[in-house]
């Protein structure tokens, strides 16, 4: 399934399991890696194949954050080219956080290891987090005179509550994976190293037996039950129960169910 070279793609019985594949570089995230980490995204997101999507890193880390050598080359830029060329860059970051953030169906991040600036962001970016005995996170852009650019500001308070994340983002420390899941900013821990993926995988496709149209509008609603009033909340699940309605999966479960019952009447009646 993979068409790729910085990441691997590969489709577990409908699961898409997407590997950042820099090992050599705790698969910190390039210019170039980011592109084909959209374009699978993107492909992930439109395939009616694919129901669920696991994301996790190859090798020792699950991801270092930003490539440090595309810092070095922003900072080498003409000096009236450097705010544009950041602008430009932080499009392309958000773009690809906002694809896992508004996948139309279940997304787990499988932490392997460390999971540093961007990495720990992309972690939040995802419905849940499944974390080995060896993954950690850290909001380390501090130490690089930054602040969180890839969503870490507004996923980790949503986890946490804002004073945990303030003290996280602020100081830059490692958070090890038995305090991730006290705190929140993982939802589970795998039994073993070796399990993660396949207990990762697992999960989503416990997550996603369900009507794909049920689930792909149910997650849109909830992506903003933050940020909408109770009103709003009512108004856009009465249109998006409207549209389940006439979806083939409702059909198919009320006449399935129809039919068990009529059965049953007539067994009870025999």
Not at 33 to 56: G, P, W
Not at 239 to 261: D, M, N, W
């Amino acid at each position: 399934m993979s068409e790729y070279q910085l990441i691997h793609l590969e489709d577990r019985e409908g699961i898409a399991v997407l590997t950042l594949n820099r090992p050599e570089k705790r698969n910190a995230i390039s210019d170039d890696m980011r592109t084909e980490l959209i374009h699978a995204l993107e492909s992930i997101a439109a395939s009616r194949e694919i129901r669920a999507l696991v994301l996790t890193g190859n090798g020792k880390g699950f991801c270092a954050g930003g490539d440090v050598a595309g810092m070095q080359r922003r900072m080498d830029a003409p000096a009236g080219e450097v705010g544009f060329n950041g602008w430009t860059r932080q499009q392309r970051v958000h773009h690809s956080v906002a694809l896992l953030h508004d996948m139309p169906k279940p997304v787990i991040a499988a932490v392997n290891g460390s999971a540093n600036g961007l990495g720990a962001d992309l972690a939040m970016a995802c419905d849940f987090v499944m974390a080995s005995a060896s993954a950690s996170f850290a909001w380390s852009y501090i130490h690089r005179g930054l602040i969180p650019d890839g969503g870490g500001m507004y996923f980790l308070p949503r986890r946490t509550g804002l004073s945990i994340a303030k003290g996280l983002i602020f100081s830059g420390r490692k958070v090890e994976a038995d305090e991730a899941l006290t705190l929140g900013i993982a939802d589970r821990l795998s039994t073993s190293p070796e399990a993660l993926v396949s207990e990762a995988v697992a999960w989503a496709a416990e997550l996603s037996q369900g009507s794909a149209t049920a689930l792909a509008l149910g997650k849109t609603i909830l992506n903003q039950t933050f940020e909408l009033t109770a009103d709003q909340v009512f108004a856009q699940g009465s249109q998006a129960q409207g549209i389940c309605y006439t979806s083939a999966e409702h059909r198919e479960s009320v006449l399935a169910f129809l039919a068990k019952t009529a059965t049953q009447n007539a067994a009870a009646k025999g």
